[in-house]
């Protein structure tokens, strides 16, 4: 598998945690209506699985909005925060067992200077250093739903990237939650991220 190959669909098929974890170091591409391209290292993400997680979107039943989740693994689910911020997750598990992975932050590696534009006015550690920051710098919104992820035809793809070791790997509670989620879901430790790397979160949206 070379830098440009999408990982393949049974690569997601593994539960979210697993996916998550795998994805840190991964490489998120983007190629532009424009033909211009971006790549960037994913370095922070949080799993959410089944339907008995309360901080999952696929908790209870199916709705209009969370269907991709049970869908086929290697789609995209994207989806709008607060009504203003787009975020990006990838499907995970087998088809109906309502699962994502939400892709928080990533480092730019190509085409800075398309991200720049779209980040005018931003410090550089800001541009994707959040999950609606990185959907922002990388022209991701609502039109890629349900897109599939495991081939370049629709310009949105993750590719293999450098692994990172565990030594470099911190977890921890999920970000943003809300009120409505209790323990032990609210403490689950399944968000990811690279230690030290200036693009994760922290408490960014």
Partial sequence: MNAWTPLPRHFYA???TVVARALLGAILVRCLPDGALIRARIVETEAYSGKDDLASHGRAKRTPRNLPMYGEPGHAYVYLAYGIHWL???????????AAVLIRAVEPLEGIEHIAARRNGRAQREWTSGPSRLTIALAINGAHNKLDMTTTAHGLWIAAGEAV???AVRTGARIGLGKRVTEPWLSMPWRWWIADNPYVSRAQP
């Fill in 14 to 16: 593994q539960h979210a």
């Fill in 88 to 98: 990006l997750n990838v499907v995970a598990e087998p088809v109906d067992s309502p």
């Fill in 165 to 167: 070791p565990d030594s």
